[in-house]
């Protein structure tokens, strides 16, 4: 654009014969060319202040509540009515997953929280189906156990959620354990004006995936790309996203048939496995920001770290901008104190400016770093090591 400007300034000066107007183009084009300058190399060689909140964690496990006195982590986030609202992964002693509830007017202190739960899925068959595999008859129940269990120490319900709010409906995924083979992804919904009375009248849940099948960490955009609802569901080898005339469909038991290998991230990075994606993504002007995770196989202590990457618009497909190092490394005591090496970064909202991610750490909390939303984009834009730094 400054080169523009100062072209037309230097030839109407060589139009009407006047060296002072050419000379004044020039000058003019130098100040410009430096401005534009200072604006796009301004964050180089500098890391934007990212900043985990001094208040993580910002939500722990409650000992007087059974269903959610083990952990509290991996939480969904939407933006709605002026107020954050968490929906969060909660486990008790029957190592049995449900959702609870939590919100925030400031985004960091949460001064409201169910001391029930708001979702819970399907589980009665389980109970009936399944004993634990790891012990004697004798001592069969199925209960809260990270040594044994991977997923966060449970072993069914409903685990990992995200949401989106979507013309006025939350839609909810998560993922359901439906057999020791078997990991499917769900969807629900509810409007978001019973999420704001705190009416939990969630809709049936309808299976995404196929059964028989693991996957996990699908994820709906926020709002339709090209008048269809895009549901992405899988970030390696590729970027998969399927788009969906009708919700509806998965009612009549269609599923999306997805193509994911873990191995498949790029050689010789931090994310050479990539676990899956994160947060749903957030609409911006630079792109969708996607949040995801990776790990090293080399590194085994770190099994998740937080990465980030921009999506074009248009075609969501396409990656336009990728971090070169993690966001987020779990470096914290409250990213190991359970499980250690796990930051889970399941939601982020934008309120006023500000980027917001909410995480579990080391699978037992819930917690919040911060950014400046520009600067954050563009560092990402410009490949610097845009790191979520400890708290001072």
């Given at each position: 654009m400054e080169e523009i400007v100062a072209a037309a300034v230097i030839l109407s000066g060589i139009a009407l014969g006047n060296v002072w107007i050419v000379i004044a183009g020039f000058i003019l084009f130098l100040i410009l060319f430096a401005i534009g300058y200072v604006a796009r190399h301004s964050f180089r060689g500098r890391t934007p202040h990212?900043?985990?909140?001094?208040?993580?964690?910002?939500?722990?496990?409650l000992p007087e509540h059974a269903w959610e006195n083990q952990a509290v982590f991996n939480p969904a986030a939407v933006y709605v009515g002026d107020?954050?609202?968490?929906?969060?992964?909660?486990?008790?002693?029957?190592?049995?997953?449900?959702?609870?509830?939590?919100?925030?007017?400031?985004?960091?202190?949460?001064?409201?929280?169910?001391?029930?739960?708001?979702?819970?899925?399907?589980?009665?068959?389980?109970?009936?189906?399944?004993?634990?595999?790891?012990?004697?008859?004798?001592r069969s129940e199925l209960r809260y156990n990270p040594a044994l269990y991977a997923s966060g120490g449970?072993?069914?319900?409903?685990?990992?959620?995200?949401?989106?709010?979507?013309?006025?409906?939350?839609?909810?995924?998560?993922?359901a354990f439906n057999g020791w083979e078997s990991l499917r992804m769900m969807l629900t919904s509810l409007h978001a004006d019973a999420l704001l009375a705190k009416t939990w009248r969630w809709n049936k849940p309808v299976p995404l995936s196929p059964p028989g099948s693991i996957h996990k960490n699908w994820v709906l955009f926020p709002e339709k790309i090209h008048g269809k609802y895009a549901i992405l569901h899988s970030v390696a080898p590729e970027?998969?996203?399927?788009?969906?005339?009708?919700?509806?469909?998965?009612?009549?038991?269609?599923?999306?048939?997805?193509?994911?290998?873990?191995?498949?991230?790029?050689?010789?990075?931090?994310?050479?496995?990539?676990?899956?994606?994160?947060?749903?993504?957030?609409?911006t002007s630079r792109g969708w920001l996607l949040f995801y995770h990776g790990?090293?196989?080399?590194?085994?202590?770190?099994?998740?770290?937080?990465?980030?990457?921009?999506?074009?618009l248009e075609e969501p497909t396409k990656i336009l901008f990728r971090s070169s190092k993690p966001i987020l490394t779990p470096d914290m005591p409250y990213e190991n104190d359970w499980k250690p090496g796990v930051v889970y970064g399941s939601g982020a909202v934008i309120k006023d400016g500000t980027l917001f991610l909410y995480y579990g750490g080391g699978d037992k909390t819930v917690n919040v770093a911060t950014a400046p939303l520009e600067n954050f984009l563009r560092s990402l834009m410009h490949d610097e090591h845009a790191v979520l730094a400890p708290a001072v």
């Open positions: 990212l900043a985990r909140a001094r208040e993580n964690p910002v939500l722990g496990p107020r954050v609202h968490l929906l969060y992964r909660a486990l008790g002693e029957d190592g049995i997953s449900r959702v609870g509830y939590a919100s925030s007017a400031d985004g960091v202190h949460f001064d409201e929280r169910l001391p029930h739960p708001v979702f819970i899925a399907d589980i009665e068959h389980l109970l009936s189906k399944f004993r634990n595999p790891f012990t004697s008859p004798a449970g072993w069914g319900g409903s685990e990992d959620p995200r949401a989106v709010e979507i013309e006025g409906v939350v839609y909810m995924t998560y993922s970027v998969e996203v399927e788009y969906v005339d009708d919700l509806s469909r998965f009612e009549r038991g269609e599923y999306i048939e997805s193509h994911y290998d873990r191995t498949k991230g790029r050689p010789h990075h931090w994310d050479k496995w990539v676990r899956g994606t994160g947060a749903p993504p957030l609409k790990m090293d196989p080399a590194h085994v202590h770190i099994g998740y770290n937080i990465g980030a990457m921009l999506l074009d």
